[in-house]
């Protein structure tokens, strides 16, 4: 076992399937919905048709972490939304984790993770039917070139390029597992507030100047807050602007 793994137990009541290779986590979290008894996760050592945000293409080459966590949908979709928020957060504590240096990440609003400053990682929800699928994509060994991301986006780095770490998909799953039931326990218990607490304690540029780009405008200002309802709110010299969708850029 590699530093930075640890043995930790499975989940109880969330099922785990483990792929050679697939096309997507998210396609096959869809396929197998009609034989599901409960959540589960499902991880593919490779995907040859993986996606990202607003269908962009997502590389994942064997060495990085793809998997997707399915479940049942008993929110409201805007309530189920907030779980990219407990998805982030457990992936937050897992690289800490692993890699006993949790100070060098950070949360990106909505979806990602920062590894000094570059993204680390990603997370994709859909609905598919009453289930909630949480498609996570991991750069552990390999990231993107620059010319694989948007003009202007954060630069794409991994946990081994960056840190020198080289961790292993299946024990990296473990651990965010286990994360995740503990965060969504919470989440189910006590509701968005406490996991919203939790992470604007490591959320990037709190108080800074960022953009957020959607498919229809632009916004600059100070990024102020993430309300109850997950928004990013920007202070602007019109005022205070709440953002329920867009890309952020610094």
Known sequence: MKKGE???????GYGRFVFDSLDSTLSEAARMLPTLQGPAWILAHEQTAARGRRGRDWSTPRGNFAATLVMRRVEVPGVAALRSFVASLALYRSFGAMTGQPDAFALKWPNDVLLQ????????LESVGDHLTIGIGVNLRHAPGAHEVEAGAVTPVSVAGVLGLELEAAPFLDVLAAEYAVLESQFQTHGFAPIRRAWLAHAARLGEVITARSMR?????????VDLQGSLVL????????????????
Request: hydrophobic share 45%.
């Open 6 to 12: 640890k043995a930790v137990p499975w989940p109880v």
């Open 117 to 124: 400053g570059g993204k680390v990682a990603g997370i994709l």
């Open 217 to 225: 405008d632009e916004t600059r200002g100070i990024f102020e807050d």
């Open 235 to 250: 202070a602007t010299p019109k005022g205070r602007v709440k953002i329920t969708a867009a890309d952020v850029f610094f």
